[in-house]
């Protein structure tokens, strides 16, 4: 592996650890509010007024498990960070698919109608973006040598 290699994976480990850091936290958030305050926590762009409501027990359960997610996805990315850092080419791919996979749903589901700032949210997926691509970019340099 070359000096440029070896840098692109320390830079994907402070990425990954960045972005799980900031995903635990949010979930650690999540699972300690009620309902509303959940969803206004995650739905930043949205007045917080407007979520108020007397929930169901069972939307509150669901919100936790989200939480829940959250939670385990910055645990393992922040985990996989620190594999990518000693060149685990498995946790390339393992941290890719935690960290990719659950951006792109926030992506699709609630960055993309407007929900969230830029800030935190939207920064986190190109936080982990970048971290994919550069650690992409090292497997697959391997890959062929």
């Known amino acids: 592996m070359t000096k440029t290699q070896s840098l692109a994976l320390k830079i994907a480990t402070v990425l ?3 972005w799980g850091l900031v995903h635990a936290f949010a979930g650690i958030m999540v ?4 309902a509303s305050s959940g969803f206004a926590a995650i739905a930043d762009a949205i007045d917080a007024e407007s979520l108020t ?3 169901n027990a ?5 919100l936790n498990q989200h ?3 959250l939670l ?3 645990v393992a990315t922040i985990i996989g960070g620190f ?3 000693r060149g685990n ?3 390339i791919w393992v941290t890719g698919m935690v960290g990719g996979l659950a951006d792109l749903g926030y992506l699709l589901f609630v960055d993309f109608p407007g929900y969230v700032n830029f800030f935190p949210g939207t920064l986190m997926t190109f936080i982990s973006g970048s971290a994919i691509v550069l650690s992409f970019w090292v497997w697959l340099s391997n890959r062929n040598a």
């Open 16 to 18: 990954w650890v960045i």
């Open 31 to 34: 699972l300690t509010s009620d």
């Open 53 to 55: 409501a007397d929930y």
């Open 58 to 62: 069972a939307v509150g359960g669901i």
């Open 67 to 69: 939480g829940w997610n």
């Open 72 to 74: 385990w996805f910055g």
């Open 83 to 85: 594999l990518i850092w």
């Open 89 to 91: 080419m498995t946790a």
